[in-house]
C-alpha cells in the first residue's frame, strides 16, 4: 500500500538505553528483510539483513528479530548513541523478481543526552 | 572504490523541459534502480534493471524512461518534467554474489521542478 502523510513516527530514547523500531511487512514471498539507516541529506545505508528462513541475527550492537507468523520485523540497537540518530526504514526484497527491493515506512530514532 | 556516483547533486527545472540524471557504479553489480523520495515518506521504486540490456517497471514508472547499455551506468530520464517530480532521487546497485543481497545507494539528486 500507498505511504501517507508527510510526519514519520518518532522514537526518543536517552543515551545508553537500548531502542526498539518496528515493522510490518506485507510480502509473504520476501526472501530477505533488511534494516537502513537514513541520515539527513544521505542515501540509505545498510545495517543488517535477515534471511526469510531466519527468526534472529545479531550483528554489532544491532539485532534484528523476525516474526512471520505476525509478519513483524523489530530491530534491536543496544547502548544507543548519538550517532544512531537517523531515520531507520525496513525493506523487503524478493530475489525472484529482479531483486526488488520494497520500502516501508521509516522511523525518526532520537537520542536525547 | 567509488560506490555509486549520482549526477547532479541539485538541479532545478522549468515544467516540460527534459533532463537525464546519471548513475555509475564501480561494483560490477548485475542489479541497479532507481526510487524517489518525497518529504517524510519511504523511498518508491521508479524502475530497475537485472543486466545490460534489460529494465523493468517499478511502483511508480509514469513520466520515467530508463535504459541500460553497460553493466555500470543506468541513466534516468525525465521526459517532460511536472512539479509532481519534485523530490530525491536515489539510484542503487547490489549483486547476488556471496552473501550480501543489500543494496548500496547513492548520495542522491534533489530534483525541484517549477
Known amino acids: 500500500g500507498e505511504s501517507v502523510g508527510l510526519h514519520l513516527p518518532t522514537l526518543s530514547v536517552q543515551e545508553g538505553d537500548n531502542s526498539i523500531i518496528n515493522c510490518a511487512y506485507s510480502?509473504?514471498?520476501?526472501?530477505?528483510f533488511i534494516w537502513y539507516k537514513q541520515e539527513s541529506g544521505k542515501g540509505p545505508q545498510f545495517i543488517i539483513d535477515?534471511?526469510?528462513?531466519?527468526d534472529k541475527r545479531q550483528g554489532q550492537r544491532v539485532t534484528v528479530l523476525l516474526n512471520k507468523t505476525v509478519k513483524h520485523l523489530s530491530l534491536q540497537i543496544a547502548a544507543t548513541q548519538p550517532g544512531d540518530s537517523a531515520v531507520y526504514f525496513c525493506?523487503?526484497?524478493?530475489?525472484?523478481?529482479?531483486?526488488?527491493?520494497?520500502f516501508g515506512t521509516g522511523t525518526q530514532l532520537k537520542v536525547e543526552l | 572504490n567509488a560506490g555509486v556516483t549520482q549526477t547532479p547533486k541539485f538541479q532545478v527545472l522549468k515544467t516540460g523541459q527534459s533532463m537525464t540524471l546519471q548513475c555509475a557504479q564501480d561494483?560490477?553489480?548485475?542489479?541497479m534502480s532507481w526510487y524517489r523520495q518525497d518529504p517524510g515518506m519511504g523511498l518508491r521504486l521508479i524502475h530497475y534493471?537485472?543486466?545490460?540490456?534489460?529494465?523493468d517497471q517499478g511502483e511508480v514508472p509514469n513520466g520515467y524512461n530508463v535504459s541500460r547499455s553497460t553493466t555500470e551506468d543506468f541513466p534516468l530520464r525525465l521526459l517532460s518534467a511536472a512539479p509532481s517530480q519534485t523530490s530525491v532521487y536515489f539510484c542503487?546497485?547490489?549483486?547476488?554474489?556471496?552473501?550480501?543481497?543489500?543494496?548500496?545507494f547513492g548520495s542522491g539528486t534533489r530534483l525541484t521542478v517549477v
Open positions: 542503487a546497485s547490489s549483486s547476488t554474489t556471496g552473501r550480501d543481497y543489500g543494496y548500496t
Open positions: 510480502n509473504s514471498a520476501s526472501d530477505y
Open positions: 535477515i534471511r526469510s528462513n531466519m
Open positions: 525493506a523487503e526484497l524478493f530475489t525472484g523478481g529482479g531483486n526488488k527491493l520494497t
Open positions: 561494483m560490477n553489480h548485475e542489479y
Open positions: 534493471s537485472v543486466g545490460a540490456g534489460i529494465t
